[in-house]
């Protein structure tokens, strides 16, 4: 009974146990088991053959055979499957006829050219040859009366007969029509005679016998050699003038090679000029500007900075112009609602994300208006820290929105955001927020910006404000249509159509992405695939990501995006521009990092001797305090460099021994150690391994999620490397009223506290006419007989000094104590 009858398979239960079983053998192998029931004989697999059903009955898992809708969907799967190879062998086959046909058309196409070229020129030489023939023949008869009368009958003979005879050879006015004779018998009936030199694209693919032959140049060169012979005349070959471009340095070879001369000329000429020099040595630029024009060329002086020429620069035309979405940058005091503002605007929380509710990162982000109107807007810190941040907002963008509460007026940070505002000459809209506190009052804010020359409109100034509420809502609407007033007024336009060009915002070093870059394109439009270089640093753009999180294929003028597929992490204000190939992005990346390189090796190195010692003596007397910085961005990072520099006085400063972006890693800790400088991580934690390098080294991590505790922690540390103040506090005043010699001690002064108290443990001044002569210490101080510590005013004691014994009556003792204040750092 097979499996697919739909029913059990039969074993060795049921109606097999009454019936009996018998075991046939064949060579020693036991093939099937009968089982003999009461119905029927049925042969039976053993359990263990490789059948389905023994399978099934040995694991006990499959006691059923495979469906008939499995079988159907199978069947339909490889049916498919089939169809789909058949499809695809078919469209391969129709490609392939479709290169084969391209193949052959653009072999016609090349044959078509070669027979019109070689009709050219074959009749460009029959032109050449007729007239050189004409030009022997008016030749012969210039020349013919100057000499003796010939018979022509005669003359033609004595030709003919010369060759025969091995007479004298024809005259050589005759040579041009022997030659014109070969070329004529060796290219007849057969074209293939002239043109052997040419080496065609069907012989190259059909690899011709006998090799590669003659060039045509090769045979024009032979053809007009043979030409001026036969005109009588060497001619000298011209000289071609050629403009040669000259670095600062470059090689014997690399000059004698743009100059299309040969190197033993070029070393022969500088021999001449007293340089002993190779071929691959190198030669300065007015050193080879004398051997090219030496030579006859023209010099054209080239620099390394020449590898930026690449980077597109044309003026755009108007009518290449289109509009553009305006980009608003939100500035202001720290704590006046910068970020509330926004996400009033966009619908979102991004302030709750911020540690201890300050903005420290720059942002991007484009909105849509309920009018349809798109807006970029660049949200900037309002720390003291974060100055480059404000700066490079102010810098990128069309229109400035000054934030301001209307609790707390104008601070400083508001002061600095007008004055980037007004350096980089754009226009401002002043917002007064919080205007729904009952302690708001927007009137003082607007007399408060008359001392900083902002005159708002309600003032009857040009500049536009606006009172709002992020909390409530209030005046949201009346600050988005001042916007659109004063971006229509701006005209705002840019060409998308144009390589692109942008400002890096941000940057930081992602653990899953590599180096990233928010970038705000200015210009053009930036694709995916294009190749860019972004101040030390290049890339392939490998995705773009908007500022919702979503992947997009390029990105217009106005447009903030965040660039994947960097090199490395680029400088925050960098500028990213579009080129054609990725070794000119290199080239350009190269130079700007060896020109950074040396700008740094210079600006740390003292250029004379004395400088050279007046820095060593200055680093003598001043403390340092080093530390190793990580954040998670580049701006981040600058900030906190930039406010390290401004801690620390004469004595005392903060040393930056590396700064990066991204984790805390191993190689961090080994500067660190090597150092003796903590680790300061700002929004990064150390990795595995470097925590546990840390740990076994003894190199303090310190993590910091606000700026504020930072400079804090940095400044306290600083100002434990001052030196204590020595304070002087008097303490009281004796005079001597008559000295005694002790043996054993010395001159003992007899004195009389005038003043204050007198201690043992005390320093003493000897004045003397109000002069001081002597500065030191009490080496005993006695009431009586007895030793004391102190002795109050008013009273009579002891005193003898350490290791001095001038002391006379009339002396009057200073008595102070030294008092140690730590210092700390303003």
Not at 318 to 328: A, C, G, H
Request: with cysteine; hydrophobic share 40%; glycine share 8%.
């Amino acid at each position: 009974m097979s499996d697919q009858d739909g029913k059990k398979p039969l074993g060795l239960s049921g109606g097999a146990r009454s019936g009996r079983v018998n075991q046939s053998f064949s060579r020693g192998r036991t093939k099937s088991v009968v089982v003999e029931t009461k119905r029927k004989r049925v042969m039976v697999p053993k359990p263990g053959a490789p059948t389905a059903a023994a399978k099934a009955a040995e694991g006990g898992k499959r006691d059923k055979a495979v469906p008939d809708a499995e079988l159907e969907r199978r069947l339909k799967a490889l049916q498919a499957a089939k169809a789909r190879e058949a499809e695809d062998e078919e469209r391969r086959v129709s490609e392939e006829k479709e290169r084969e046909e391209e193949r052959a058309r653009r072999r016609a196409e090349v044959e078509a050219k070669e027979r019109e070229e070689r009709e050219r020129e074959e009749a460009l030489k029959a032109k050449e040859e007729e007239d050189a023939r004409r030009k022997a023949e008016e030749e012969a008869r210039r020349n013919a009366p100057k000499e003796a009368p010939v018979d022509p009958p005669a003359a033609e003979a004595a030709a003919a007969a010369a060759p025969r005879g091995g007479g004298k050879p024809a005259p050589a006015r005759r040579e041009p029509e022997r030659e014109q004779k070969r070329d004529t018998r060796g290219g007849r009936g057969n074209d293939g005679g002239r043109r052997a030199g040419k080496l065609t694209v069907n012989q190259a693919l059909a690899g011709g016998e006998g090799g590669r032959q003659r060039s045509l140049a090769a045979m024009k060169r032979k053809q007009e050699r043979a030409r001026q012979k036969a005109l009588g005349g060497q001619v000298e070959r011209e000289k071609i003038v050629r403009d040669v471009q000259v670095p600062e340095t470059i090689l014997v070879s690399e000059l004698a090679n743009r100059m299309a001369e040969r190197v033993a000329d070029v070393v022969k000429a500088l021999m001449q000029n007293g340089l002993m020099v190779t071929q691959n040595q190198s030669i300065d630029a007015d050193t080879a500007e004398l051997i090219v024009e030496e030579f006859g060329h023209k010099v054209v002086r080239v620099s390394d900075a020449d590898v930026e020429d690449v980077i597109d620069t044309v003026e755009d035309q108007d009518d290449e112009l289109k509009s553009r979405p305006p980009v608003i940058t939100i500035m202001g005091h720290v704590d006046h609602g910068k970020t509330s503002l926004l996400d009033a605007i966009r619908n979102a929380k991004v302030v709750a994300g911020e540690a201890g509710g300050i903005t420290q990162h720059i942002g991007a982000y484009q909105v849509k208006t309920d009018g349809g109107t798109v807006l970029s807007f660049l949200d900037t810190p309002g720390h003291a820290a974060f100055t480059s941040m404000r700066a490079r907002g102010a810098q990128v963008t069309d229109i400035v929105v000054l934030v301001v509460a209307a609790d707390d007026a104008v601070m400083p940070q508001t002061v600095e955001a007008i004055a980037h505002a007004k350096a980089a000459e754009v226009p401002m809209i002043v917002a007064i927020n919080k205007i729904d506190k009952p302690e708001a009052n927007p009137d003082k804010v607007r007399t408060d910006l008359l001392q900083h020359e902002v005159i708002v409109e309600k003032m009857s100034g040009e500049v536009q404000d606006v009172e709002v509420s992020a909390i409530s809502g209030q005046g949201l609407d009346d600050l988005l249509e001042a916007i659109a007033l004063q971006a229509e007024i701006l005209e705002l336009k840019a060409n998308p159509d144009r390589a692109a060009s942008g400002a890096v915002i941000e940057a930081q070093l992602d653990v899953g992405r590599g180096p990233v870059a928010t970038v705000l394109v200015q210009n053009g439009t930036l694709k995916q695939g294009d190749i860019f270089v972004v101040g030390e640093q290049w890339g392939k753009v490998r995705a773009l990501v908007n500022d919702k999180g979503d992947r997009v294929k390029e990105a217009g003028p106005s447009v903030p995006v965040e660039v994947l597929g960097l090199n490395g992490t680029p400088e925050a204000g960098d500028v990213l521009n579009v080129v054609e190939t990725e070794a000119q992005a290199r080239e350009i990346a190269e130079y700007r990092e060896n020109v950074a390189k040396e700008k740094r090796a210079a600006a740390g190195a003292a250029t004379t001797l004395d400088q050279l010692l007046a820095k060593a003596k200055e680093d003598e007397n001043v403390a340092e305090l080093p530390i190793v910085v990580k954040a998670d961005v580049q701006g981040s990072a600058e900030a906190i460099i930039q406010a390290m520099e401004k801690i620390g006085n004469d004595e005392v400063r903060v040393r930056v021994l590396h700064s990066g972006v991204g984790a805390i890693t191993e190689s961090d800790v080994g500067l660190a150690e090597a150092s003796g400088a903590p680790v300061i991580g700002f929004n990064v934690r150390a990795n595995a391994p470097a925590r546990s390098s840390a740990n076994q080294k003894g190199v303090e991590i310190r993590y910091y999620s606000v700026i504020y505790d930072l400079v804090d922690d940095v400044k306290a540390a600083a100002s434990g490397l001052l030196s204590a103040e020595v304070r002087e506090n008097f303490i009281g005043y004796a005079e001597i009223k008559e000295t005694f010699r002790v043996s054993g001690v010395g001159n003992v002064a007899g004195c009389l506290v005038t003043e204050g108290v007198a201690r043992r443990s005390a320093g003493v001044r000897l004045l003397r006419d109000d002069v001081v002569i002597h500065e030191g210490t009490l080496k005993t101080l006695k009431r009586f007989k007895d030793e004391v510590p102190e002795v109050q005013s008013g009273q009579e004691c002891g005193m003898a000094f350490e290791n001095y014994d001038d002391i006379r009556q009339g002396d009057v003792i200073e008595i102070f104590e030294r008092e140690e204040v730590e210092r700390v750092l303003a």
